[in-house]
């Protein structure tokens, strides 16, 4: 099979019959203009929607007519109908699964021909955070004979890791004898014939989050001795288990040291870039964290090939939503129509990614309070055993929604929604109030469901699940193992405070295999959900326009990491000096209004200029049992660690901080600084990679600097990009309320920092100059090759 880029020369006719040239993956949202009255409303960054229309042009071979032609389609939002040559050839409703649109007898061989994607994200809201719209993830065409292996027809099974032996299931159309070849780094190390084949590897090299160890599966179909098709997978020699003695990994139990993630990439929006996946993913792994939450949809194939590589596990997860709405607009419409096609994409998708080590069927869904959505609970499990019986199923369960919607109340579901059960009423809780009581109600819903009551209504669903996921939970975790002990438990989603006690509870009970934080990286949409505002505006809850981010995350939009990440890392003990975090420190007599989906706001900086003897908060995380703080080398004060950190509360001067700890015996175990910047301000500019790949994008580091190279806080500028050699993609900060737009190529910098995304064109270099009033312009150059 030929696999063919099918992502450059698109045209783009937007909504109001504008025309440009496009390169996919291409979000379109992210590209318009948002509005306080637009009805998405704060959970899509007030970003409108609209009927957008991909075309483009391309020739066919008049060889090919005598093979077939199909064009996978990662990712479109939403409602996609596909034309070829105007004649309707399939679409997806669902804006986040993967989907095939086989071309035979719509070509013109040997002629020009157009395809042609028309996508409908008019009517909204449709969903709690942002989207994105269009085509924003990429396109391949795949070409194969008449005889070919079909589509997703390899599928590589671990049957056991010691000794290694593996499986391999081949399904074709055509040929007469299929033959497998197992390479590691080129060499074959296994080989044999047929359409279902076991095999064993000889000194095996396991897959795990600590050796992410890779092989390819070269699958060749033959007719009459002739190669007709042919298929390279890359797939990891693991075997997961599960029982309420733990998670265990190739025999050695595992810990989940995890964080959910949304799909989005940042100031690119949702655009899926191969090079935004691996970077986020490779800076997660570098933090500490081993373990994704897809949440909540399927991620991106390239983001699964990054974790494949880096050694991440994925929790894999379908939807939001099932056929109760929690917008007016969104899936659950289509959900009962469609529901078994995507399960069946998803797992077909992604069975030999060695990162998938479990599917999760939804999130904090109402339906299981009711029979109607426990026996569904218990099909969509059983449906997937059937596909895949090498990986669990969980789901992420919010115990409190369910109890309360079994009561008749407080269903979770956004204005507009009607139930199911009946069409006429609309039920009294939106997720816009329902977040808001849980920012009233702040951790004490880790308590909500710890009744008799909530456990008997809960249970038949949590028991339906092989790992029973728990969103805001956790004051049932200590209770489970005497109210359910055959029951196995992972923190599905959890307030990213609570990461110390509860990773306590994760270590003490076998049965509780992990914790994934809300959340692991800021992203666009559910603005303000974690802020600490000091703005009047930010006060409340729901956060009006001009808000456009979550602001929660151990790290920001830009991948900068804070005090939630400091505070995991100490709890989860990789850290081997403590680490130093202030709240912001240039909001004198305010006090900030709070988010419980936050526990900090601290960043690494001790650079205010111009709040000398402003009042500063002081952060220290670490695993020692005293930490001492000192001022300009005098000692401010020593206290001793609660919950991996100690907070000091002084006046800020621009000297030099440092933080001493100290074993329980007094004896000095490591000590670390933070310095403030020095001298005249200046623009520093620094890509990610001094060389990349024609095509490929590189990220850029806009930095405000002293003449120590300390980025300062305090200093903001708006900031101009200007680019040769290449095309720049986006423009932005982490700044969580702005009027700025990430597409203009000017931005103002947050707390000292910015980032570009730059796109190579051609072989040569790109050079990319920032400018900003009274600042000296700065340049930097990448090499293309």
């Known amino acids: 099979m030929q696999k063919k880029d099918f992502n450059n020369n698109w045209i783009l006719k937007d909504k109001n019959g504008n025309v440009k040239h496009v390169t996919l993956p291409y979000d379109a949202m992210i590209h318009e203009i948002r509005k306080p009255d637009c009805p998405s409303e704060s959970g899509g960054a007030f970003f409108p929607g609209g009927i957008y229309e991909y075309e483009k042009s391309f020739e066919i071979p008049i060889e090919w007519a005598s093979m077939s032609v199909t064009f996978q389609f990662e990712g479109v939002y939403k409602n996609s109908k596909v034309y070829i040559n105007d004649r309707e050839v399939g679409g997806c409703a669902y804006g986040y699964s993967q989907f095939y649109v086989n071309a035979d007898g719509a070509l013109h061989y040997g002629k020009n021909n157009t395809i042609r994607v028309i996508v409908d994200n008019t009517k909204m809201p449709n969903s709690r955070w942002y989207t994105g719209t269009g085509i924003y993830r990429p396109v391949w065409m795949l070409v194969s004979e008449q005889s070919h292996i079909e589509l997703n027809g390899v599928q590589i099974t671990t049957l056991s890791h010691n000794p290694a032996l593996i499986r391999i299931t081949t399904v074709h159309t055509g040929g007469e004898r299929v033959f497998v070849e197992v390479l590691d780094d080129g060499d074959v190390v296994a080989k044999g014939n047929g359409n279902i084949l076991e095999l064993s590897i000889p000194k095996a090299k396991l897959w795990s989050d600590k050796s992410p160890n890779l092989y390819q599966c070269r699958v060749a179909l033959l007719d009459n001795d002739v190669i007709v098709d042919e298929i390279i997978e890359t797939f990891g020699i693991r075997l997961i288990e599960w029982s309420n003695k733990g998670l265990f990994v190739n025999g050695q139990e595992t810990l989940l040291r995890g964080g959910c993630i949304h799909h989005d990439n940042g100031i690119l929006g949702a655009s899926s870039y191969r090079k935004s996946e691996e970077r986020r993913v490779r800076m997660l792994k570098e933090a500490g964290f081993n373990a994704i939450r897809s949440a909540h949809n399927p991620a991106s194939i390239a983001m699964l090939e990054a974790c494949d590589r880096y050694g991440i596990y994925v929790m894999d997860e379908t939807w939001d939503m099932w056929y109760n709405h929690k917008n007016k607009f969104d899936y659950a419409s289509d959900f009962e129509a469609n529901y078994k096609s995507d399960i069946k994409t998803l797992v077909e998708r992604d069975y030999n990614h060695p990162s998938v080590i479990m599917y999760s069927i939804g999130n904090e869904v109402s339906e299981p309070a009711t029979k109607k959505g426990q026996d569904l609970t218990r099909e969509m499990v059983s449906f997937i055993h059937s596909l895949d019986q090498s990986r669990p199923v969980t789901a992420g369960i919010n115990l409190m929604i369910i109890y309360r919607s079994a009561q008749g109340k407080s269903i979770y579901k956004e204005d507009g929604g009607l139930s199911s059960e009946d069409q006429t009423k609309n039920t009294n809780m939106n997720s816009t109030m329902f977040n808001m009581l849980a920012s009233v109600v702040g951790t004490g819903m880790n308590k909500g469901a710890n009744s008799k009551k909530a456990d008997t209504i809960t249970t038949p669903c949590l028991d339906a699940l092989d790992i029973a996921g728990y969103n805001y939970a956790s004051g049932r ?201 020095t001298g005249k301000i200046s623009i520093r500019v620094t890509p990610e990679e001094s060389t990349i790949i024609a095509g490929d994008i590189v990220y850029i580091k806009v930095e405000m600097v002293g003449e120590n190279g300390v980025i300062e806080c305090n200093s903001d500028v708006k900031l101009n990009v200007f680019v040769e050699g290449g095309e720049l993609l986006a423009f932005g900060s982490a700044n969580p309320r702005t009027l700025e737009n990430y597409d203009e190529g000017s931005f103002t910098t947050y707390y000292g920092k910015a980032q570009a995304v730059v796109r190579s064109n051609d072989i040569g270099t790109i050079s990319v100059t920032v400018t900003g009033n009274g600042m000296s312009p700065t340049t930097t150059h990448i090499t293309v090759i």
């Open 477 to 677: 975790y200590p209770l489970e193992g005497k109210a359910h002990p055959n029951r196995i438990i992972v923190g599905a989603e959890t307030f990213p405070q609570d990461i110390v006690k509860n990773w306590n509870m994760v270590k003490k009970f076998p049965y509780l295999i992990g914790d994934f934080m809300w959340t692991a990286w800021d992203y666009l949409g559910e603005s303000g959900i974690g802020a600490w505002s000091y703005t009047q505006d930010g006060r409340g809850f729901s956060k009006p326009y001009p808000w456009l981010l979550a602001d929660v995350g151990a790290l920001d939009l830009l991948g900068n990491p804070n005090g939630e990440m400091f505070l995991a890392q100490a709890a989860w003990n990789l850290l081997e000096k403590p680490v130093i975090a202030v709240q912001p420190v240039n909001h004198p007599g305010v006090k900030p209004a709070k988010a419980v989906w936050r526990g900090t706001n601290a960043m690494p900086s001790w650079a205010w200029k111009g709040c000398e003897g402003n009042k500063a908060v002081v952060e220290v995380y670490t695993n020692a049992y005293e930490v001492e703080l000192l001022l300009n080398s005098k000692r401010i004060g020593k206290k001793r660690v609660k919950g991996c950190m100690a907070k000091f509360r002084i006046k800020y001067a621009p000297n030099k901080l440092e933080a001493v700890s100290f074993d329980k015996h007094g004896y000095e175990l490591s000590r670390s600084e933070l310095y403030p910047a």
